[in-house]
């Protein structure tokens, strides 16, 4: 119910820099600390950095890709997503067990990196009206 009243409030733009953000303060504090009551106050935060970025994608697609390939264009999607998360969490595994919870800080940086992404790569809609 949260996200799509975001969506609806920022737009796409404005919702996966939303989750980029959440993301960075979600793995910063996850890297720098094991207390229990600093790292249940961050777990929401997942449904920012997961959740609110699919709805974004979802928003994208479909003001980008004709309702006859829909299907694909999210097979494509749910495809790189994947991988992505794949290979992810094998490098974060590997990861945490040479450094321990400092091995949380990458995705934070990761995070960061994804902010000018989600600006730039992410339009909102009137953009596309009049730039698309």
């Known amino acids: 119910m949260i996200g799509p009243a975001l969506l609806d409030r920022f737009g796409a733009r404005g919702a996966a820099v939303l989750a980029a953000a959440a993301g960075i303060v979600r793995w910063a504090v996850a890297g720098m600390t094991t207390s229990v009551l600093a790292l249940s106050i961050i777990q929401p935060l997942h449904g920012f950095t997961f959740a609110l970025l699919h709805l974004a994608a979802m928003r994208i697609m479909q003001m980008l890709v004709p309702a006859r390939l829909a299907a694909t264009g999210q097979s494509v999607y749910a495809f790189g997503a994947g991988c992505s998360i794949a290979a992810l969490t094998l490098l974060s595994g590997t990861l945490y067990a040479k450094f321990g919870g400092v091995a949380f800080l990458p ?26």
């Open 107 to 132: 995705m934070s940086i990761l995070c960061a990196l994804a902010l000018p992404l989600a600006w730039y790569g992410f339009a909102d809609k009137q953009h596309l009206a009049v730039n698309g």
